[in-house]
């Protein structure tokens, strides 16, 4: 079952006000208790030592001729006395060997405990003191003797309840609750009002994204949060715009080699015109390509031109920059910008390549005879046309000035013209750009 970032965020706040308001009731009820106990403690080593005074009183005229019922009697009178007050549970007075001579109270305790107990006020280190306090293993009750010095050598025990945690809980059960209200109360307020200021927001943004994805690009979000969120919103309207751009550059790509057109490449142009950056634009075709589509077909003729495309984006990342830009005019003109540290290296890369690669699509007979044979451009006439090469032309402007992109293509295209007089795969660099230290002249592969 799918539910809301509302609910899971007040769901979250409630168990985590839950999990301190645990924490917190276990920690005051342990020190609670403890102090509960330490206080019992006190308390009963208090009422022992006025029992310890009476019984004292009572056995120092202990001997041989006065009569034990008597002495027992005063004792169960005293012990009820005591039993009274409700803070001693059981009392009792024992034997030499541990066994009751007199015992009022809560016998149950007094047999559920008595052998332990037995065993530790005979021991040779309990009969060296007068008082001692047992605390039974779940430190719910407290055993005391007291070990009186005289002829009788009878031994006192007392047995008081300490402060236990259902005690301490009791007594602290109903602010407990009500803490527990107030914070659950508190905590779906606090939610309500974080996904009032989380949620609201992301809604916006969802609802945009939905229009964005059918195609309403011009879109934009407005978000005064001052935060993340703000920020957020931001990014989600630079997004559109960006989308927009590359909507346009898929549209404007060639749709075989699927590299930009001439849109994007004036853009690119213009760009870099306009931060004044310095570069070298290599400008280039293929020869005999018509020649080569009409003998193999227009099939042969794409796998010319991606190999083409594969062949520049080859050269941009071995000898190029990640910011060099390659674009497609359309059929097998194809254009290429570069900084002019890197632009022969490019140049020459291309043309090794393309010489090596483009062999691959001709059939052995035509390579061994090194042409092909197919109709020319102004006749019906056979002619014959030499294995396909690529002429490249290049126009720089770090010491002319390139005003714009009609300037600049048409500067390429007349370069263009004169490298493609040239038999042979050939760059031809513009006799302006010779400042890049590059005359003009024929390069082959």
Same mark, same amino acid.
Request: glycine fraction near 4%; aromatic fraction near 8%; charged fraction near 30%.
């Given at each position: 079952?799918?539910?809301?970032?509302?609910?899971?965020?007040?769901?979250?706040?409630?168990?985590?006000?839950?999990?301190?308001?645990?924490?917190?009731?276990?920690?005051?009820?342990?020190?609670?208790?403890?102090?509960?106990?330490?206080?019992?403690?006190?308390?009963?080593?208090?009422?022992?030592?006025?029992?310890?005074?009476?019984?004292?009183?009572?056995?120092?005229?202990?001997?041989?001729?006065?009569?034990?019922?008597?002495?027992?009697?005063?004792?169960?009178?005293?012990?009820?006395?005591?039993?009274?007050?409700?803070?001693?549970?059981? %009392?009792?007075?024992?034997?030499?060997?541990?066994?009751?001579?007199?015992?009022?109270?809560?016998?149950?305790?007094?047999?559920?405990?008595?052998?332990?107990?037995?065993?530790?006020?005979?021991?040779?280190?309990?009969?060296?003191?007068?008082?001692?306090?047992?605390?039974?293993?779940?430190?719910?009750?407290?055993?005391?003797?007291?070990?009186?010095?005289?002829?009788?050598?009878?031994?006192?025990?007392?047995?008081?309840?300490?402060?236990?945690?259902?005690?301490?809980?009791?007594?602290?059960? %109903?602010?407990?609750? %009500?803490?527990?209200?107030?914070?659950?109360?508190?905590?779906?307020?606090?939610?309500?009002?974080?996904?009032?200021?989380?949620?609201?927001?992301?809604?916006?943004?969802?609802?945009?994204?939905?229009?964005?994805?059918?195609?309403?690009?011009?879109?934009?979000?407005?978000?005064?949060?001052?935060?993340?969120?703000?920020?957020?919103?931001?990014?989600?309207?630079?997004?559109?715009?960006?989308?927009?751009?590359?909507?346009?550059?898929?549209?404007?790509?060639?749709?075989?080699?699927?590299?930009?057109?001439?849109?994007?490449?004036?853009?690119?142009?213009?760009?870099?015109?306009?931060?004044?950056?310095?570069?070298?634009?290599?400008?280039?075709?293929?020869?005999?390509?018509?020649?080569?589509?009409?003998?193999?077909?227009?099939?042969?003729?794409?796998?010319?031109?991606?190999?083409?495309?594969?062949?520049?984006?080859?050269?941009?990342?071995?000898?190029?920059?990640?910011?060099?830009?390659?674009?497609?005019?359309?059929?097998?003109?194809?254009?290429?910008?570069?900084?002019?540290?890197?632009?022969?290296?490019?140049?020459?890369?291309?043309?090794?390549?393309?010489?090596?690669?483009?062999?691959?699509?001709?059939?052995?007979?035509?390579?061994?005879?090194?042409?092909?044979?197919?109709?020319?451009?102004?006749?019906?006439?056979?002619?014959?046309?030499?294995?396909?090469?690529?002429?490249?032309?290049?126009?720089?402007?770090?010491?002319?000035?390139?005003?714009?992109?009609?300037?600049?293509?048409?500067?390429?295209?007349?370069?263009?013209?004169?490298?493609?007089?040239?038999?042979?795969?050939?760059?031809?660099?513009?006799?302006?750009?010779?400042?890049?230290?590059?005359?003009?002249?024929?390069?082959?592969?």
């Amino acid at each position: 079952m799918r539910t809301t970032l509302q609910t899971r965020l007040i769901s979250l706040l409630v168990l985590f006000s839950l999990f301190l308001i645990s924490a917190f009731t276990t920690i005051q009820l342990n020190n609670q208790i403890q102090r509960a106990r330490e206080s019992d403690i006190y308390q009963a080593r208090q009422e022992a030592l006025v029992l310890h005074d009476k019984l004292k009183a009572l056995f120092s005229n202990y001997d041989e001729k006065t009569s034990k019922s008597a002495v027992i009697d005063e004792v169960k009178n005293i012990f009820r006395s005591v039993l009274e007050g409700k803070a001693v549970e059981t %009392i009792s007075l024992l034997d030499r060997d541990g066994y009751p001579v007199v015992l009022e109270g809560n016998l149950q305790l007094f047999f559920e405990d008595s052998k332990d107990f037995i065993r530790e006020v005979t021991s040779a280190d309990a009969k060296s003191r007068w008082v001692k306090p047992f605390v039974d293993k779940n430190h719910k009750l407290m055993n005391l003797f007291i070990n009186f010095e005289n002829p009788s050598g009878y031994i006192l025990k007392l047995t008081f309840s300490l402060a236990d945690t259902q005690k301490a809980l009791s007594a602290v059960y %109903i602010p407990v609750m %009500i803490t527990v209200l107030i914070v659950i109360a508190g905590s779906i307020i606090l939610g309500l009002l974080l996904s009032w200021a989380l949620i609201s927001p992301i809604k916006i943004l969802n609802v945009a994204t939905k229009d964005v994805a059918n195609g309403n690009l011009d879109l934009k979000v407005h978000i005064n949060t001052k935060d993340e969120l703000e920020e957020l919103s931001d990014t989600f309207n630079f997004m559109t715009v960006e989308l927009k751009k590359m909507k346009a550059r898929a549209e404007n790509a060639n749709p075989l080699t699927k590299l930009p057109g001439n849109i994007v490449i004036h853009d690119e142009v213009d760009k870099r015109l306009a931060k004044g950056e310095k570069f070298v634009l290599l400008y280039c075709d293929l020869d005999h390509f018509k020649a080569f589509n009409d003998k193999y077909g227009v099939h042969k003729g794409d796998e010319a031109i991606m190999l083409t495309a594969d062949v520049f984006k080859e050269a941009i990342v071995k000898e190029g920059r990640s910011d060099d830009f390659i674009g497609h005019e359309g059929g097998d003109d194809f254009l290429l910008l570069t900084v002019p540290e890197r632009f022969e290296r490019i140049a020459n890369h291309i043309i090794k390549e393309f010489d090596k690669k483009i062999r691959d699509l001709y059939s052995e007979e035509d390579l061994k005879r090194g042409y092909i044979e197919a109709k020319g451009r102004e006749s019906d006439s056979i002619l014959k046309f030499p294995i396909m090469t690529i002429s490249m032309a290049g126009v720089g402007n770090v010491k002319m000035d390139i005003n714009s992109y009609a300037q600049l293509t048409n500067i390429a295209a007349d370069v263009k013209k004169a490298a493609k007089k040239i038999a042979g795969s050939k760059f031809l660099m513009d006799r302006r750009g010779r400042d890049m230290g590059h005359d003009a002249r024929n390069s082959r592969a």
